[in-house]
T-cell receptor, first 113, second 112 residues
């Protein structure tokens, strides 16, 4: 699975949009971009995923560049409860073997009042 | 509430003890996973089960023994662990190995 690069940490003001970037320049055509977050002492929480098109759900929006070498997770109105470590992961949806979610260091997002 | 329930949430055990971590998923999924998260280290995949068969064993020491009696339940049996095995152990499930993985809240293990 392709490696991802994320900033180590980011701050965001409460109520503002949080834009979390991720570089995945070696992504291949059949690899999806997944985002998870982990609030302290809890298990990772699935946020959103996409292949080529931009995606939106009740939690966030995912913007994938046309060349698919980078993406941005957008939390439209960040709250204090969005403070967490955000992981960007690229993976192939394998059919016959294990589902290799490979977590890196992620971005520590701090939402401030 | 993610639909993946882990018990116990916290466990302290001695190096000579035998204990087990339990995971139950209520999502109708067919694949289940154990991950380990040590302090200041990324999550590490330990085991993968698909349709109750182990499909991945990521070079995990034999003192960790998984068991998947059915598609809804997954156990991690622990025996003669070391203090460095202290970590957050996370169970997860997915519809099948191709689909999105959902994690439980984790079991905090301390080996003394």
């Amino acid at each position: 699975d392709a490696k991802t690069t994320q900033p180590t940490s980011m701050d965001c003001a409460e109520g503002r949009a949080a834009n979390l970037p991720c570089n995945h320049s070696t992504i291949s055509g059949n690899e999806y971009v997944y985002w998870y977050r982990q609030i302290h002492s809890q298990g990772p929480q699935y946020i959103i995923h996409g292949l080529k098109n931009n995606e939106t759900n009740e939690m966030a929006s995912l913007i994938i560049t046309e060349d698919r070498k980078s993406s941005t997770l957008i939390l439209p109105h960040a709250t204090l409860r969005d403070t967490a470590v955000y992981y960007c992961i690229v993976r192939v949806a394998r059919n016959n073997a294990g589902n290799m979610l490979t977590f890196g260091g992620g971005t520590r997002l701090m939402v401030k009042p | 509430e993610t639909g993946v329930t882990q018990t116990p949430r916290h466990l302290v055990m001695g190096m000579t003890n035998k204990k087990s971590l339990k995971c139950e998923q209520h999502l109708g999924h067919n694949a289940m996973y154990w991950y380990k998260q040590s302090a200041k280290k990324p999550l590490e995949l330990m085991f993968v089960y698909s349709l109750e068969e182990r499909v991945e064993n990521n070079s995990v020491p034999s003192r960790f023994s998984p068991e998947c009696p059915n598609s809804s339940h997954l156990f991690l049996h622990l025996h003669t662990l070391q203090p460095e095995d202290s970590a957050l152990y996370l169970c997860a499930s997915s519809q099948d190995p191709r689909n999105t993985i959902y994690f439980g809240e984790g079991s905090w293990l301390t080996v003394v």
